[in-house]
C-alpha cells in the first residue's frame, strides 16, 4: 500500500476530480484556470503513475470508465475534507479581529425570521460580521466558501453535520380583514376564499380538517415570503409555515384562523449544517447557540393567533426540544 501511495500524484487528483464532473478536458481547464494541455497531462501522469486508465476517449470526449468512477467515489470525500481542513486551519491561524460567518439560506427563512433579527445578532456578537446568501438552491460548502447553511428537507446530508433545530407545521393566515369575516367558520367555509400556495398542500389541509373540498388556489408561488406578502396585502389565505409567519402574527399584520396545523415533522424541519472540521469555530459556535435561543420563543409566538391554543403551544415547544 505504501508502494502504492508514493507513485500516486497527489496533485493531480483534484484535476481529476473537474475533468469527471465536467466531463471535457477543455471546460475543466477553463474552470481550474490552467491550459488544456496541462488538464491533459495531469489526467495523463495519473493513469500512468497507477497503471491503469480512468477514461475512456469516446471521439473529442472524455468519460469516464468503472475504475475511474471507482477512484472518484474515493478522491471526493478525502478531498473535501482536506478542503475543509485548510479553512479550519486558515481560521485558526487568523487569531483575533473581526470574523465574518459566511451563511447559505431560503430566501424565506431569510426575509421572514433571520433579517428582522439581524440587530439582535450584531449587538449580542458585534464583532462577528453575518454574511447573508439567500438562494433556493442547495450549494456546496466547501466549494462556495460557506460555513454554515439552513436548510429544510430530510437530511442529513453526506460529510456534513446536521443540527434539527426545529419543526414548523403549515398554518393557515390571512390579512385582518380576512379575520372579521371568517373568525370561527367551519373550515370548509375557507374553501371558498382565495387561496395562497401550492393545491396538493392545501388538499392535505383539508383532509386534516376533515374535508374533502376541490382546491384551486388563485396564485402558487416559488417562494414563502412573496406568498405571506401576499396575504398581508389581503390577496388571499395562505399556507404557511408557522416560523415564518411569526412575526407578521405578533405584529398584527396577519391573523391565524384556524386550529388545524398541518405537521409533517419527518420531511420537513430546519437544519443548521455545517462541516465538521467548523464545529468547535467560535463564531459558528456562537451562532449556533443563537439560534437555538431565538427560535425557541419565536415557535411559540407564531402558535399564539386568535384561534390557536397556548397549550399547543406549549407542548410543541416542548416536543421541539425533546427532538433537539
Do not use: C
Request: charged share 20%.
Amino acid at each position: 500500500m505504501l508502494t502504492r501511495m508514493a507513485r500516486l500524484p497527489l496533485h493531480t487528483l483534484p484535476t481529476f476530480r473537474t475533468v469527471a464532473r465536467l466531463g471535457n478536458l477543455r471546460a475543466a481547464a477553463e474552470e481550474l484556470h490552467l491550459t488544456h494541455s496541462a488538464v491533459s497531462q495531469q489526467v495523463r501522469l495519473l493513469e500512468e503513475q497507477i497503471g491503469f486508465a480512468l477514461f475512456d476517449r469516446v471521439g473529442r470526449r472524455i468519460v469516464l470508465n468503472r475504475a475511474g468512477g471507482t477512484l472518484l467515489r474515493a478522491v471526493e470525500p478525502a478531498l473535501a475534507q482536506l478542503e475543509e481542513g485548510l479553512r479550519a486551519a486558515e481560521l485558526a491561524s487568523s487569531g483575533g479581529g473581526d470574523e465574518n460567518l459566511r451563511v447559505t439560506t431560503l430566501p424565506s427563512f431569510a426575509q421572514r425570521w433571520l433579517l428582522p433579527r439581524m440587530a439582535a445578532w450584531r449587538e449580542r456578537h458585534p464583532d462577528i460580521a453575518l454574511e447573508l446568501h439567500a438562494s433556493q438552491q442547495i450549494v456546496d460548502l466547501s466549494r462556495e466558501g460557506f460555513h454554515a447553511a439552513l436548510r429544510t428537507g430530510a437530511g442529513p446530508w453526506r460529510g456534513m453535520i446536521a443540527e434539527r433545530l426545529l419543526d414548523s407545521p403549515w398554518i393557515v393566515v390571512g390579512a385582518p380583514s380576512a379575520a372579521g369575516r371568517l373568525r370561527g367558520v367551519p373550515a370548509q367555509t375557507l374553501a371558498d376564499e382565495p387561496l395562497l400556495g401550492h393545491a396538493p398542500l392545501w388538499q392535505r389541509w383539508f383532509e386534516l380538517a376533515g374535508h374533502k373540498v376541490r382546491i384551486k388556489p388563485v396564485a402558487e408561488f416559488n417562494d414563502a415570503g412573496l406568498m405571506l406578502q401576499a396575504a398581508e396585502q389581503g390577496l388571499g389565505l395562505a399556507l404557511a409555515r408557522e416560523v415564518l409567519a411569526a412575526d407578521a402574527l405578533a405584529g398584527g399584520r396577519l391573523v391565524r384562523l384556524s386550529p388545524t396545523a398541518l405537521e409533517d415533522p419527518d420531511a420537513y424541519p430546519y437544519w443548521l449544517v455545517y462541516p465538521p472540521t467548523l464545529a468547535d469555530w467560535p463564531p459558528l459556535t456562537a451562532f449556533r447557540a443563537w439560534l437555538r435561543e431565538e427560535l425557541t420563543p419565536a415557535a411559540g409566538t407564531a402558535t399564539a393567533g386568535p384561534t390557536g391554543s397556548r397549550n399547543r403551544a406549549a407542548s410543541g415547544a416542548a416536543r421541539r426540544r425533546r427532538a433537539r
